[in-house]
Structures are given as C-alpha cells and as structure tokens.
C-alpha cells in the first residue's frame, strides 16, 4: 500500500473516460488540475451531499501519492481517506497467523472500512469532523485520527489496493463509490519502489526483495483482476505531483 511520503513515486497521468483503456496514442494526457476537475465533476450528479471516489491498484503504481495530490488540488472541498488505516493491528495478524502477509486482501479490517465509507456519506447535516485513521510506516501499525473529512468536504478520495475487487466487503465498499479509477505503473517500476520502502522501513536488501516477491506481488496479482470493475485507467508515470501545498 502506498503511503504519501514516498518520494519515489513519481509521475505525468495517462487516461481515458472508456473503461479499462489507456489513453490513446497521439491524445494528451491529462494534467492533475484536469483530473481534479473531473473528479469534482462526481459531485454534479450526486444524490447526496458529499461523494467518494475510490483509487484502486497494484502495490506501489502511485495510489496514496496521487490521492493526496488530488485532495491538495481540489481544496477545501476534498478530504483524503486511505484503506491503509484499516490495517489489522500487528496482534490481530500474529493471532490470525497472518504477519508473513501483512499488507494482503484477508489482513484488512474491510467491514470497519465499509462503516466509515458509509459515514462519511450519510453523516453530512451535524457539522463535525469525521475522523480517519491511516497506517505508520515508522511504528508499522495502524493510527486513530491521522486525517479527517470536515462538514466542508464534497468529495472524499479514498484509495488502496483492493478497493474494485469482487470479494466479499470490498463488493460493498465499491458500491459506496461514485466511481473508481485504477492506477497502474510497469511492474520493474513498482518492484523498485516496493523495493525500496521495504529498505526504508528497516529490512536488508535480501529480505526486502523476498518480502515483495512473496508479498506484495501475489497481492498486485489480485489486484489486478479488478482492473475491468474501474471506470477509468490512469498511470502516474512521469506525472509531477510533488508541487502540491501541504
């Protein structure tokens, strides 16, 4: 899963508005404002006050870094909530027998998921600020109230790894959106940087790579199967997304 502060993921998006395409040769990509803009767009036909857009996609195509990019872009009227907070607790993993695959589809708390997406929906009229958990990288367990959705927010922009997967949970989470677009990158692209945030959060090289190989690609295997269930399809290849105010 991505997390915002990786600095290695880079990029300029390629899309299209017809599901499960690239953009075309010869067509310009559209730039972050543009895609800000569309994703504001959501909120034109909504039934309800705020709208969700989700961002799906393999391990390390982008997912976190062009969330928050879209949420800075759009402003006020955007809020950022990330599967990551849905972590299971490292206890949680070591009881269910799953810390060797931290980070795949069963290891997350996909219902508590569900129930905050249906919140933020439904919990418009009292004016408060819904909290959002995420994920930290430095004490490698899950955090209460890293980010928030304000009353002011129209469109939350959540993203993760198995948002568009037809699983249990995740068919309902899918539902809850408006649309989702699945962010895609080359795979020696996201193996480097997979890669590289295993170096970063303290394993050796040769564990690192085992830790991807053995994780994280059956993970974006899966992922990958949600592809067609995504409106739209965007690599954030050469995209700059690292000017936005933070």
Known sequence: MENADHSTETGTATSSTETGTAT??????????????????????ARGPRVVLGLAGPPGAGKSTLARALVAEIGAAAAYLPLDGFHLSNAQLERLGLTSRKGSEPSFDVYGYVA???RVLDDTATGLDIYVPDYDRTLHEPVAARHRV???????????????CDLPGWRAARELMAACWYVDAPRDVRQKRLVERQLAGGRGVTEARAWVADNDAPNGELVEE?????????STIGMDMFNWRQ
């Open 24 to 45: 075309e040769p010869g067509r310009p990509s559209p730039d972050l404002a543009a895609l800000a803009r569309d994703a504001l767009a959501l909120t034109g036909s």
């Open 150 to 164: 304000p009353p002011t927010a129209r469109i939350v922009v959540t993203e993760g790894n198995y948002l568009a």
């Open 226 to 234: 949600s592809r067609g269930r995504c409106e739209r399809i965007l």
């Open 116 to 118: 905050l997406l249906r």
